[in-house]
């Protein structure tokens, strides 16, 4: 299929996923889910589409704090934080979610636990909330 995407066989490539599509009831409706937010109409046209997608030569001129996530148990993007924070220049913190805390898989399923690492992360990067400020919040 890489070949295929490659070469532009924009033909053979609809057809192989369409034939592999016919198997699976559950990965027709993920594929048709996914390619929704692009508006495009074929496979081959989103993946050809996600091709611009990628961090190659762009993460290491990133030069602003920046907060990675990475959960134990990633699915679909294994490996990629540690790809991304290894690539970063700049300030950067790697934090990590595991399946003790209810943390782990795609998009940290412990929601609360996320939102408070990145705000507390913000605050400490940020320094928005002055020490006043931060007593009202906390009482």
């Known amino acids: 299929m890489q ?3 490659d070469e532009r066989e924009r ?21 048709a889910f996914r390619m929704r937010p692009y508006g495009l109409e074929t496979p081959y046209d989103v993946f050809e589409a996600l091709r611009v997608y ?5 993460a290491e001129r990133i030069e602003r704090p920046l907060f990675v996530t990475d959960r134990e ?35 940290e399923k412990a929601l609360g636990l996320r939102e408070q690492r990145i705000f507390d992360w913000l605050d400490a990067t940020l320094g928005l909330i002055g020490d006043g400020e931060r007593q009202a919040v906390e009482a």
């Open 73 to 107: 148990g990633e699915k679909f993007w294994p490996g990629q934080a540690q790809k991304l924070h290894g690539a970063l220049r700049g300030p950067k913190e790697l934090v990590r979610f595991t399946p003790e805390e209810g943390a782990d898989g795609h998009c």
């Open 11 to 31: 033909e053979k490539f609809n057809r192989n996923i369409d034939f592999g599509l016919r198997f699976s009831y559950s990965a027709r409706g993920t594929l």
């Open 54 to 58: 990628y961090l190659d030569g762009v």
């Open 3 to 5: 070949r295929l995407l």
